[in-house]
Each structure stands twice: as structure tokens, then as C-alpha cells.
């Protein structure tokens, strides 16, 4: 069982996640990219992160849009390390084109 992070250590957390809040108890991203295929782009990067680590988020798209949502299931669901690792990974390539 991974153990559920505090309120204050996801806040803290959050201070190195630039692009990353913590809503609806989970930690979240929201991302608008120039097109389908950016967006898909940043998705399948994605993939290979979350596959590495055993760990995958949420993944909903529209178009250009993205939106990820990282929880734990063996935490009943709340954010744990596992979840900032995989942000700060996702965090660390993120990348906007101009529109
Ligand atoms: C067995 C497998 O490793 C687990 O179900 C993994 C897969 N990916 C996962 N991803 C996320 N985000 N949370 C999990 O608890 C989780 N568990």
C-alpha cells in the first residue's frame, strides 16, 4: 500500500511542478498545444514516462488540448510520491508551440 502525501507536502511538492495543481484530490495538468498532432506528441512522450515507471495518468484530449490527472489506486486514489515523480518527469519535457 503507498502512502497517501499530506495536504502540506503536495503543496510543497507542487512549488517544483510548474504547470501542475492539486484539484479534485488529485495532481493535474492542463495543456494547449498548435494542433492535434502536438497534442498527440506530448501524449505518446507521456506514454513512454508512465510505462518506464509503472505509473499512468488520466488522459483526456480534445484536439489541441490535454489534460492529465495523476492519482494512486494502491492509495485508495490519493496522490502519493509516485504521482510527483511521474509530474516532474511530464514537467521537465513539457513544451508549448506558439499558436
Ligand atoms: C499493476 C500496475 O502496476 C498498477 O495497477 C499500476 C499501473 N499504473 C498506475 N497508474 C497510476 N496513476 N496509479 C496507479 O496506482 C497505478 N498502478
Redesign the pocket.
Known sequence: M?EAMTDTQIQQALGDLPGWSYEQGKLQCKHEFAGFKEAMSFIVRVAFH?EEQ????EIFNVYNKVSLS??????DGKVTE??VK?AKAIASFDWRAPK
Open positions: 503507498a508512465a509503472g505509473h499512468h495518468p495523476l492519482s494512486t489506486h494502491d492509495a509516485k504521482d511521474l
